[in-house]
């Protein structure tokens, strides 16, 4: 299966994608890590990368699509994959359109986690990450709204939708049932 993981931060994304992956044997492709392991080990794109981080705000898309990209068309992709965190804009989905019209493929479903703002800023305070600061997660809040909300009517007749506030576990139930897989 190919699928697409969206929801505001905090909505558990990197948790369900990860639970997902592994039930259905697909690489979890998160460009939010993928952006983590670059800064890391310091290679010219984590570097590029961090400042947008950072600030909460999205990073260009030449350089975000250009890595994704190069992910998928690795071969623990070639029969499937779970992508988190792209895309986040309708620009970047047109280039995913694109990426697998050239790799022969299309999206099975858009999973839409649905959660009350308000509830998750609390959640992320808790995480840590050094772009979780109350700031930050306001501007990324913003951007999410203004950018990756639009999707949402992009990929209207694909979307699966899915209510982010139970338990991991009950999250996970219900999208392995809505995709047919429990
Ligand atoms: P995430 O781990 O998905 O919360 O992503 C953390 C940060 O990485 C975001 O706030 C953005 O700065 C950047 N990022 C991740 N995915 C993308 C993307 N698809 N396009 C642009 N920036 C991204």
Redesign the pocket.
Known sequence: MRLVIVGP?GAG??TQAELLSEALSIPHI????L??ANISQGTPIGVE?KK??DA????P?EI?IDMVRDRVGEPDAANGFLL??????VE?AEALSTILADLGATLDSVLSIVVDEDAVVGRMLARGRA?DTEEVIRN?MR?YNEETAPLLDHYADQIVEIDGMGTVDEVQQQILTKLGKA
């Open positions: 931060p994304k990197g998160s460009t939010g890590d952006f983590r990368a947008y981080i909460g705000d999205l990073v898309p975000t988190d965190g792209f895309p986040r804009s970047q772009d990324r951007v």
